[in-house]
């Protein structure tokens, strides 16, 4: 095929080399802690960590309330 030709397209343009394709935009204070504590493994340490807390304080309420509501 004629690159030359007539009605050819040029793709020149596509291989500049000046093209930044980095576009981290800057993070608010949230995002930074979301990023840092709720992914890799420090995310699923924090995970884990939740839901035993969640677990224990359910067990809790649930041991407390019992206890008034037996108490009769």
Sequence with gaps: MDADGA???QYDRWNEDNINMDVA?????????????????????VK???????????????YVTGYYVHKC
């Design 7 to 9: 009605g050819s397209v």
């Design 25 to 45: 935009a800057p993070q608010s204070g949230v995002m930074r802690l979301y990023h840092r504590v709720c992914t890799g493994n420090t995310g699923v340490v």
């Design 48 to 62: 884990a960590a939740g839901a035993l807390a969640a677990l224990v304080s359910i067990y809790i309420i649930g």
